[in-house]
């Protein structure tokens, strides 16, 4: 009797499985280990946070507290003036704030940007595409004096505007949008082209619904970028009222607020900060790597 399933070729084929039994287990056997040891940091944070002071300063690569308490998560759970001394729930309020606003904008105008670049013929659209992949290629640090002349200039330093306006669009969620778009067979905007659609509708209705992985890919792109950022912040704010859980955690970290080292609270704020970026990426982390890939390689 001849089956009929479809048999894996070698290409097919995990890289690992190719190789004898012993080779797998060594091999599985210092991927495990690598794993262990990038998460050994992330461990100790969360260990820490569940200790005091004392046995933090005396045990600090303990992964289990001797005594666990919740106190650091309850003084930052409060405001700052119940004695906290940390106005952890307004730096949360300016980056959830911030976030949300960016990451909008940067999904709607990188999309729009890289469907323009991808599908409209223009003069000067090759010198427009050169000058994204160029902008990808400057360090964010060296734009850091002329963000805060312009500011100053334009008289919004210090204000949400300089937070949020020069954060919702980016070049490097331009180039994956227009790479994707230019994935999409042309033949399904020439039928609705014939169906009577006007540019915006065949974007907005035809070509858009289409590129959920890319879109996806932007979405995570600029929640984390926008929720990590700090340079940007940093320039940009002055006064505490401004303050991210980035840039408040870093004057927080540096000592700026004072009490001593409180390793346990700053372990636990920082713990919190990163928690919605990690359940973001592991939701949709297939989505992610999708549209990465789609973004990267014109099909």
Do not use: C
């Not at 070729?9 to 039994?21: C, H, I, K, N, Y």
């Not at 067979?185 to 289409?210: K, Y």
């Amino acid at each position: 009797m001849t089956s009929t399933e479809p048999r894996t070729t070698t290409e097919e084929r995990p890289v690992l499985a190719r190789f004898p039994q012993h080779v797998r287990l060594a091999g599985y056997t210092l991927l495990l280990a690598a794993a262990l040891l990038y998460a050994l940091p992330f461990l100790i944070q969360v260990a820490t946070s569940f200790k005091t002071d004392p046995e933090a300063a005396a045990n600090p690569l303990s992964l289990w507290p001797g005594n666990p308490t919740t106190a650091v998560y309850e003084r930052l759970s409060g405001s700052s003036e119940s004695g906290s001394g940390i106005p952890f729930l307004r730096w949360l309020g300016n980056s959830t704030l911030v976030t949300v606003l960016v990451t909008l904008g940067r999904v709607l105008f990188n999309s729009m940007a890289g469907y323009a670049l991808a599908r409209l013929r223009f003069r000067g659209r090759a010198t427009l595409v050169a000058f994204v992949i160029a902008v990808m290629a400057v360090p964010p640090i060296v734009l850091l004096i002329p963000k805060f002349l312009v500011f100053n200039t334009l008289g919004i330093f210090d204000t949400y505007t300089a937070m949020i306006v020069p954060l919702l669009v980016d070049a490097a969620g331009i180039f994956i949008m227009k790479q994707f778009f230019e994935s999409i067979p042309r033949e399904v905007e020439e039928a609705a082209r014939i169906d009577g659609a006007g540019i915006w509708r065949i974007f907005w209705s035809v070509v858009l619904p289409m590129s959920k992985p890319a879109l996806i890919t932007v979405t995570l792109l600029a929640f984390q970028g926008s929720w990590n950022e700090f340079t940007h912040f940093l320039v940009a704010t002055q006064s505490s009222e401004y303050e991210t859980l980035t840039t408040g955690l870093a004057r927080f970290v540096s000592g700026g607020l004072g009490g001593g080292t409180q390793y346990p609270l700053k372990l636990g704020a920082a713990l919190l900060s990163t928690i919605p970026v990690a359940v973001l990426f592991f939701v949709f982390q297939r989505h992610f790597i999708r549209g990465a890939n789609a973004g990267s390689v014109k099909g």
